[in-house]
């Protein structure tokens, strides 16, 4: 059974940042490509970022605004989104996804999904 568990959400204020984690239970991790999705109430679930197999990264520009950053660390099975200067409308649940395969914008492509950890930003 393979399980994503994130962590690091929470209450903040404008400004604020913060570290978001996801680690899995994947023994072939390096070999999944991992993506941070996001869903605020009342809207579709959207594309944040990405990270492949071998490290490139993808972002959702309008979205993110450059303030987000997307890593993983290999050994510890772990994917990171740093945030910084968040605002009220990155207010929103979280979650990190993985496939065995090319990175993708498309939260359908993921077939491995945590159950996410809410972001508040409050003003």
């Known amino acids: 059974q393979v399980q994503l568990v994130e962590s690091g959400g929470g209450l903040v204020q404008a400004g604020d940042s913060l570290r978001l984690s996801c680690a899995a239970s994947l023994r072939t991790f390096s070999k999944y490509a991992l993506g941070w999705f996001r869903q605020a109430p009342g809207k579709e679930r959207e594309f944040v970022a990405a990270?492949?197999?071998?490290?490139?990264?993808?972002y959702d520009r309008d979205s993110v605004k450059g303030r987000f950053t997307i890593s993983r660390e290999n050994a510890k099975n772990t994917v990171y989104l740093q945030m910084s200067s968040l605002a009220p409308e990155d207010t929103a649940v979280y979650y990190c996804?993985?496939?065995?395969?090319?990175?993708?914008?498309?939260?359908?492509?993921?077939?491995?999904w945590g159950q996410g950890t809410p972001v508040t930003v409050s003003s």
């Open positions: 996804a993985g496939r065995d395969s090319y990175v993708s914008r498309t939260s359908r492509d993921y077939d491995y």
């Open positions: 990270i492949s197999r071998s490290g490139l990264t993808i």
